[in-house]
């Protein structure tokens, strides 16, 4: 490979050399940093990972929020919440999320990890106390109103994605390399799924306290509870320093995009599409799973839906401990995989049988259940760790944002695509649709996602440098000052070692 180094800057106002080290060495510096931490960035590494769960689960509750909204408003306001309106209003959160991915993306890796997470945060906040207040002389205008709160909401919980995942991820990988998945996972997946039933146990509990006849009440605290969960994130995040890998890796000035696309193109690919699959089929099935089970039920009352609800969000929960123990078993791209052709088998048997498997309930719930386990043990827990794993530290927010990005685009195409689906061609064909995404995500997968299991991730932080020198780039590298990096390089050869 090229002629390369990293250097060490004491201090850029000093007058002496700074200190000459290769890249290898520079990965071994890391990991001996990341293994000897002292006890302040112990503790500050425990409250990074706890910091991500509580924001992530807080956007689980978010995310599910609509699920029995959308029946409360329909019984409420009847036609004028058509499924035009519906699919706008439960839409706003996913353009926000977009839009909070990748301008997120790019301060935590610009800014800083700590800067991203308070600002999303705070949009959390905002959004959620606007939804809760949001009056109108009108039901459109009502409407109107939540679709602008739930817009700023989105735009948090989407910029939570790559600055709280990204920030969990390097600090598990400093505790222990070989734990990183299965830590990573509970801290963002489980929470976000947990969201599901929690959205509709705390819907339960306030619909029984005020009763069918105070809807308008039961739907306003329900978006108000929305508010104190993030409240609570603030304290704990007050106690975070920068990982390491971030303080090492960084690079805030000159950032080469362009060298970063030629290398991590089939990662990318890989990761954007498998993610758009992922929420395509997982987002609308959230969404409107409670007005499928409705429709199911014979002389069904709200209560009721919600409880059957209840259930199939926590059938869908064992996946995700499946799946958090698959990954270092089988690997992260097997169990990806092994996740998609769940959507194959549950939801062509839904969809071939549907005519006569919703005349048993319980038994449809069930299958209903066990195809979105499927997808929170594979693509679920995958997607994310497998979208911080495949990039370095410098760049790994801002791919991480695009692709959990195209994953609330595929949300948004999906729940748009929802409604003509199910009238045009039938509600079973919602389920072979998801098959069919099931198939093209394992090959998808298979050909574009890499294996990264148990893989430190200052390997890659090297390894990228390397590609970087190698290719004539030159830069500082690194968040603080007393620890800035100089990646000098001759350009008398472009041939990587990688």
Not at 12 to 38: C, D, F, G, Y
């Amino acid at each position: 490979m090229a002629n390369s180094t990293l250097s060490y800057s004491q201090n850029p106002l000093a007058n002496r050399s700074p200190l000459v080290v290769s890249a290898e060495e520079h990965a071994i510096k890391v990991r001996r940093e990341a293994r000897s931490m002292s006890k302040k960035e112990k503790v500050s590494s425990i409250f990074t990972i706890a910091a991500a769960g509580l924001g992530l689960i807080s956007d689980g509750y978010q995310n599910n929020l609509m699920t029995m909204a959308n029946v409360v408003f329909k019984n409420i306001y009847g036609t004028e919440y058509s499924s035009i309106v519906s699919t706008r209003v439960s839409n706003a959160l996913l353009v926000g999320a977009v839009l909070g991915q990748i301008f997120v993306g790019l301060i935590c890796d610009r800014v800083g990890r700590k800067v991203a997470l308070f600002a999303t945060t705070a949009l959390i906040v905002v959004g959620a106390t606007l939804a809760t207040a949001a009056h109108a002389s009108t039901p459109a205008g009502l409407f109107w109103f939540l679709t602008v709160a739930r817009g700023i909401t989105g735009v948090g919980v989407g910029g939570e994605y790559p600055a709280g995942s990204t920030s969990a991820s390097e600090a598990a990988n400093e505790r222990s390399p070989k734990t990183r998945g299965p830590v990573f996972i509970m801290v963002t997946n489980f929470v976000l799924s947990f969201g599901g039933p929690l959205a509709v146990s705390v819907f339960l509990i306030v619909l029984s306290a005020a009763g069918e006849n105070h809807l308008q009440t039961v739907w306003r605290v329900c978006f108000g509870i929305g508010i104190i969960l993030p409240l609570g994130v603030f304290v704990v995040r007050m106690r975070m320093m920068s990982t390491i890998l971030y303080k090492k890796g960084a690079i805030k000035r000159n950032v080469p995009y362009g060298l970063v696309a030629k290398r991590y193109w089939k990662s990318l690919i890989g990761t954007c599409f498998a993610w758009f699959l992922y929420d395509f089929v997982t987002f609308p099935n959230g969404v409107f799973s409670a007005t499928i089970i409705a429709s199911v039920i014979k002389d069904s009352d709200i209560k009721k839906t919600a409880e059957w609800q209840l259930l199939l969000g926590a059938i869908a929960l064992p996946g995700i401990f499946i799946g958090a123990w698959l990954c270092n078993v089988i690997g992260r791209k097997n169990t990806l995989m092994l996740g998609f052709s769940g959507y194959l088998v549950f939801g062509l048997i839904i969809g071939c049988a549907y005519d006569k498997i919703t005349k048993i309930v319980p038994l449809f719930v069930v299958f209903y259940g066990l195809m979105q386990s499927s997808g929170n043990m594979g693509p679920g827990d995958m997607m994310g760790l497998v979208s911080v794993e495949s990039y370095p530290t410098a760049v790994r927010g801002t791919c991480y944002g695009i692709s959990a990005a195209l994953g609330k685009v595929g949300a948004a195409v999906g729940t748009q695509a929802f409604t003509p689906i199910e009238t045009n061609l039938g509600k079973k064909w919602t389920f072979i649709v998801a098959a069919i995404c099931g198939v093209v995500g394992v090959l998808v997968t298979y050909f574009f996602i890499p294996d990264m299991t148990g893989i430190d991730l200052a390997d890659e932080d090297a390894k990228f440098m390397e590609y970087l020198a190698a290719n004539g780039w030159q830069g500082s590298v690194g968040e603080e000052i007393d620890a800035e990096l100089i990646v000098a390089a001759e350009r008398s050869s472009l041939d990587e070692k990688n």
